[in-house]
Structures are given as structure tokens and as C-alpha cells.
């Protein structure tokens, strides 16, 4: 059965993809769906999971192809899960060993949330959705924070 594909998925690399890939299971109730495995090596060359239903790619790093975010010194983009009870979901993150960024905070947009950096160096945000805010209320709020 051929897999289908979304429009858009990010795809990152990082230090040992077998570890990411259990820890993104434990973290954040990710489901692997297949890995292609480097002969001789046992490096990942290409891993897909899913993550509440969105698709995931990874694999080890190729210096060449694609970096981690500990070859680059950080990231440049951030991935967002939305979750049904975002403290139990943080707590599971952390549980799995992550580390917290920015604390749980209901904020001005409407959503309690948290960054956390896996082991891996990459971060996610985590987010509910609390509150309906309109773009014109969330622009007030954010006014409002500018001052201060």
C-alpha cells in the first residue's frame, strides 16, 4: 500500500535517530511508521512518524544533505503540537527528557502553552487552546504587552 503524503511536512535530522525516534514516542505519543536503515552503519537514513497525525521525517545526520541543531548552534524554526490537556502532555515530555524553555502560560492569544527543547536540540511548542481570541483582541493584547 503506497503512503500518502500531506502538502507539507517538515523533515529534521539530528544525533542518533533511533534514540529521537523512542524519545518522540515516549514524549509526545509518536507513531513510527517505517525506517530505512544505512547498511554497515546503522545510521537512519530516512525515518517517517507520526504525531497526532501529522508527518514527521527525520533522519541521523549527513553533514552533507542536512545538520542538527548542535552542528548549527540552535534552531531556526520550531514545531507546534496542539494537545487535549497540554499540562499532562508537558509533564510526559519532561518525563521523557526534555527540558523546559518557557514555562506552562496561559497567553494573550488564547492558548496555554510551553516550549521544550528535546535531547535532540530541537523545540516544540506545546499548546491548547483556552480561549476563542479574534485577531483584533489579540492585537489589543499585544499592544497592551508592548507598553509594559
Known amino acids: 500500500m503506497p503512503l500518502e503524503y ?4 517538515p523533515a529534521i535530522a539530528v544525533r ?15 507513531v513510527e511508521l517505517y525506517r530505512l536503515i544505512e547498511p554497515g552503519t546503522g545510521r537512519v537514513g530516512h525515518a517517517e512518524l507520526t504525531i497526532n497525525g501529522a508527518l514527521l521525517m ?4 549527513y553533514p552533507q544533505y542536512n545538520k542538527t541543531p ?24 519532561i518525563d521523557a527528557g526534555a527540558t523546559q524553555i518557557i514555562p506552562l502560560t496561559n497567553q494573550f492569544y488564547g492558548h496555554r502553552d510551553a516550549r521544550v527543547r528535546d535531547p535532540f536540540g530541537h523545540e516544540w511548542l506545546l499548546s491548547q487552546k483556552v ?8 492585537q489589543r493584547r499585544w499592544d497592551e504587552m508592548a507598553k509594559k
Open 16 to 30: 542518533n535517530a533511533a534514540q529521537a525516534i523512542e524519545f518522540y514516542k515516549k514524549a509526545f505519543g509518536a
Open 131 to 138: 480561549e476563542d481570541v479574534s485577531p483584533e483582541e489579540m
Open 6 to 9: 500531506p502538502s507539507f511536512a
Open 58 to 61: 527525520l533522519s541521523d545526520e
Open 70 to 93: 548542535e552542528t548549527l548552534g540552535g534552531v531556526s524554526a520550531k514545531f507546534l503540537i496542539m494537545c487535549d490537556n497540554v499540562d499532562a502532555s508537558f509533564q510526559r515530555a
